[in-house]
């Protein structure tokens, strides 16, 4: 299940996607999160989905990677889409019995509310499998350098961002690392009832948190060592430089959230 965790990896290429400026993706994500909450109708959902297909399909993201993300996420679909199809009021019954009861729009509402959980956790993957932590970094504190004036601390804010994106990958390999080893020493950790799987879980939390505390600290001192310190007045080897490329693409998240306005306005 560790192993399935695939956000804040990043797969290198030379795709258009790729190319990107990463102050324009990470404002296509947000365009495209805004877009899938204003779906109203399943033309909508079909539209979002191609776009979808589309980015990752010029992306050259396999999309056995998007699915294989979503492994770790099927327990809060599953109470996401229960949750909707058990408590959504209504008067149309699909099924009936006691207390159980089932309607057309509660079936309507629970694959609604799944394609947009998936839909909004595959667009967000897209974003880190494409774009380095390096560059999210820079065009996170590019976006938010106005707020400076406000004396916002926008570089340590995205340079905690690089931070913890970079270190997501690390983690699950410690605590793989540190579950294989607890494994060869005997431990039980896949069998049992919930509480005593839970319990088994506590040899494995105190020597993760005890290695993050020590990688956070060698990068404190590494960073010290090398007199490290941000803000202004540091360059940067890469300079940040939209394209055509760029505009084109604002032209089509434009052009998708025009397309699911008017498939909502006409309840396609």
């Not at 990043?10 to 365009?31: A, E, M, Q, S, W």
């Not at 410690?174 to 950790?189: C, F, H, P, V, Y």
Request: hydrophobic share 50%; aromatic share 10%.
């Amino acid at each position: 299940m560790l192993k399935d965790i695939t956000l804040g990896q990043y797969f290198p290429g030379d795709t258009p996607v790729h190319r990107l400026d990463p102050r324009t993706k990470l404002i296509l994500t947000f365009v495209y999160i805004v877009a899938v909450f204003l779906v109203g109708s399943w033309g909508g959902y079909g539209l979002v989905i191609a776009a979808l297909a589309a980015v990752t399909a010029v992306s050259r993201i396999r999309p056995k990677a998007l699915l294989r993300g979503m492994k770790p996420l099927i327990f809060i679909i599953i109470f996401t889409a229960v949750l909707n199809l058990f408590f959504t009021p209504g008067e149309d019954y699909l099924f009936r019995w006691r207390f159980i009861k089932i309607t057309y729009t509660g079936v309507d509402r629970a694959i609604s509310m799944v394609l947009r959980v998936m839909l909004l956790v595959s667009g967000t993957f897209l974003l880190t499998y494409t774009t380095s932590p390096l560059a999210i970094t820079d065009g996170l504190e590019r976006l938010l350098s106005p707020l400076k004036k406000l004396h916002v601390p926008v570089y340590e804010f995205s340079l905690m961002m690089c931070i913890a994106l970079r270190f997501i990958p690390l983690l699950i390999e410690e605590t793989d690392r540190i579950m294989s080893a607890q494994k060869a020493r005997g431990a039980d950790l896949e069998t049992g009832t919930l509480p005593e799987r839970a319990r088994a879980l506590l040899p494995l939390l105190i020597p993760l948190f005890v290695s993050s505390f020590r990688r956070a600290d060698e990068l404190a001192l590494a960073m010290e060592c090398r007199c490290y310190n941000g803000g202004e007045g540091r360059t940067r080897m890469k300079q940040l430089h939209m394209a055509w490329q760029d505009g084109a693409a604002f032209l089509l998240g434009a052009l998708l959230v025009a397309g699911i306005l008017l498939l909502r306005r006409l309840g396609i």
